[in-house]
């Protein structure tokens, strides 16, 4: 059918029949006319009561007047007319019959093709995995949290078939979103290592240690959050682990303590670097299982204990 097309008419019924007919449907007795209400929504996929009233398409289809479908007006308003074209077809070959349906199928076809390419390429890395994580999970939230919403400010007002639609889609989201993160915790890339990892909120501090630690051939990478230093850490192996306690997010005791609870990074070496007086680090350095630590303001010699990890 090409753009515009009307969908075939109904038999042209008169005022008085159509009268019975809405104060049939509207007086909520469906079966009567179920075949008629069938046949207009299945050729024009638009409904025939909408909050309890006739749709005025629905009125004009039984009056035996024509009504376009709209939906290739819709898309042809985003793309080309080759690429609608495309679209129509594939839509057809494929049955994408309903919403629910094509975020299935969309999301887990990106899911899979991103993971493919993502483990077949050894170059990729941790920034690769948080891009791919961003692009599949931001569109997902929006359709789970207006499906939320519907659901949950206007379950009441929903026609039956349409709350079930809805339904289906916020359950479809949630399973997508446990998918989506199931596969992105198993891939893994090759780790991008340094010799020191800074996880310190103070950018001077950062630029100036940065400076230090490469005059010495040393690579050394800063982070400015303690979240963003667990994530790192993920795809990270640092020979050691410089850790300001006064993070903006997560104290730099708690992350000590999830580096050295952890069998992957348990060895790794940390270093408390911070302006909390040196007695009260002591009181937890037993506690969270740091290696050392080292006091703000620092001289660049209070950094040599940590050398024998660097082969310095």
Known sequence: MTENEHIEMAPKFSEKEIEKIIDTLENGDKEEYANLVEKYEKETGKYVIWRDNVTEGFRKWLKGEKIYNRDKDRISLYVNEDKKDKWQKFIKEHDISTISKLIRQSVSYYINQQSRSIKDDPGL???????????????????????????????????????????????????????????????????????????????????????????????????????????????????????????????GYEICKLIKNDKDLSETPVYLLTAIPGSEVEKKIDEVKADGYILKPFDFSDFKPIFKYLNL
């Open 125 to 251: 890395n941790a920034e690769t995995f948080a891009t791919v994580s961003h692009a599949l999970k931001e569109p997902l939230t929006t359709i789970k949290g207006f499906s939320q919403l519907l659901l949950e400010n206007y379950r009441e007002e929903l026609r039956s078939d349409v709350l079930e639609k809805i339904e289906n889609i916020f359950e479809q989201s949630q399973m997508l979103e446990s998918k989506i993160k199931a596969i992105l915790e198993d891939i893994r890339g090759e780790p991008s290592n340094c010799d020191i990892l800074l996880i310190e909120d103070d950018l001077a501090t950062i630029r100036l240690l940065t400076s230090y630690f490469e005059s010495k051939g040393l690579k050394i990478e800063g982070i400015v959050s303690g979240t963003k230093g667990i994530e790192k850490l993920k795809h990270s192996d640092p020979k050691v682990i410089l850790l300001d306690i006064i993070l903006p997010d997560i104290s």
